[in-house]
């Protein structure tokens, strides 16, 4: 399968920033979360950053803006790629690069190829979404097998009634 252009663009300006290794972070847009999810992003921030690494999501307040301001204070580089054809408020001012998407699919599209490794923050329905077509994309061989680690206790019943 050929590389979508603005996943492809996303790596690039990411290499010119020297972030070679990209974490997609997948979590809620409504709240950072609860307290423990909060300050286990810190710590979890400090100890995967390093030179050379960025985080990619969805440009959007909570756990997004969270973990693009918590990578940034660690050193790394945060890339927002929002959908244009949503009303939801992008956080501009706590990523380094935005690369807006036309619609969720195109959005979906690009956070799935660009992924190193996935970080899994907790969410809602759009958050399920991610995961699935991510672990989808990698069963049916459109990608490579790629770590997601899952922070919290948010997604255990989830994961162990989904099989995943």
Same mark, same amino acid.
């Given at each position: 399968m050929e590389v979508h252009?603005?996943?492809e663009a %996303?790596?690039?300006q990411?290499?010119?920033r020297s972030a070679t290794f990209l974490y997609v972070v997948f979590g809620s847009? %409504?709240?950072a979360g609860d307290t423990a999810t909060t300050c286990l992003l810190e710590p979890c921030m400090r100890s995967l950053v390093r030179p050379?690494?960025?985080i990619?999501?969805?440009g959007y307040q909570g756990t997004m803006t969270a973990s693009a301001s918590a990578v940034r204070r660690a050193g790394g580089t945060a890339i927002g790629v929002p959908c244009a054809n949503l009303e939801d408020a992008i956080a501009? #001012?706590?990523f380094d690069l935005v690369f807006p998407a036309t619609d969720h699919w #195109?959005?979906?599209r690009i956070l799935i190829e660009v992924a190193d490794a996935f970080i899994i923050l907790p969410g809602g329905i759009g958050s399920i979404v991610e995961i699935a077509a991510a672990l989808w994309s990698t069963d049916r061989g459109f990608g490579s097998r790629r770590p997601m680690l899952f922070l919290g206790n948010h997604w255990k019943e989830w994961l162990r009634v989904s099989g995943a």
């Amino acid at each position: 399968m050929e590389v979508h252009p603005k996943a492809e663009a %996303v790596r690039q300006q990411a290499a010119a920033r020297s972030a070679t290794f990209l974490y997609v972070v997948f979590g809620s847009s %409504v709240s950072a979360g609860d307290t423990a999810t909060t300050c286990l992003l810190e710590p979890c921030m400090r100890s995967l950053v390093r030179p050379g690494t960025a985080i990619v999501n969805g440009g959007y307040q909570g756990t997004m803006t969270a973990s693009a301001s918590a990578v940034r204070r660690a050193g790394g580089t945060a890339i927002g790629v929002p959908c244009a054809n949503l009303e939801d408020a992008i956080a501009y #001012e706590h990523f380094d690069l935005v690369f807006p998407a036309t619609d969720h699919w #195109e959005r979906l599209r690009i956070l799935i190829e660009v992924a190193d490794a996935f970080i899994i923050l907790p969410g809602g329905i759009g958050s399920i979404v991610e995961i699935a077509a991510a672990l989808w994309s990698t069963d049916r061989g459109f990608g490579s097998r790629r770590p997601m680690l899952f922070l919290g206790n948010h997604w255990k019943e989830w994961l162990r009634v989904s099989g995943a």
